[in-house]
């Protein structure tokens, strides 16, 4: 289970002392935790949010750190942008192996064949098949604008 890894990759970088990547799986434990607890709330798991929604919330978490990125080369942080390159690679090695453009084009023509999507009316359907087959192996804002392309969007 993806929490199990999580918590002994923080163990790992505690007895290494690993300070950059010990508070980074902090981080992602806490948030994991803050999941939880709101999932409780609408009457969720009480073993917590599944791996599926771990895995989008790390996604998020990367992406939140490349817009960072952004703003820290605009402002001339070399240091800040290190920073959160180093906490990216801690992130994504939990993430399995994400689809390469090609494989990304051939995922979303084979769901929008499956289902017969034609139109841009089908978009929902074919995001939710792909983000059920596909969660955490695929950028979701990308994949839109791909799939609408092929619906003529």
């Not at 009457?43 to 790390?58: K, N, S, T, Y």
């Not at 942080?77 to 453009?101: C, G, N």
């Not at 990304?104 to 034609?118: F, Q, R």
Request: charged fraction near 35%.
């Amino acid at each position: 289970m993806l929490r199990q890894e999580i918590n002994d990759a923080l163990k790992a970088a505690m007895k290494a002392q690993d300070r950059r990547a010990t508070s980074t799986l902090r981080l992602i434990l806490a948030a994991l935790k803050d999941r939880d607890i709101a999932a409780r709330g609408e009457g969720g798991e009480d073993g917590g949010i599944p791996d599926e929604a771990v895995l989008d919330m790390l996604q998020k978490m990367i992406k939140q750190r490349h817009d960072s990125i952004e703003q820290y080369e605009k402002g001339g942080r070399a240091d800040l942008v290190a920073q959160e390159s180093e906490e990216i690679e801690i992130i994504a090695r939990f993430l399995p192996k994400q689809l390469d453009e090609d494989e990304a084009n051939a995922a979303i023509g084979e769901v929008v064949d499956e289902l017969g999507a034609t139109t841009i009316k089908d978009m929902g359907k074919v995001m939710g098949v792909l983000k059920e087959r596909y969660a955490g192996r695929m950028d979701f804002s990308k994949a839109a604008a791909i799939a609408k392309a092929r619906l003529g969007g």
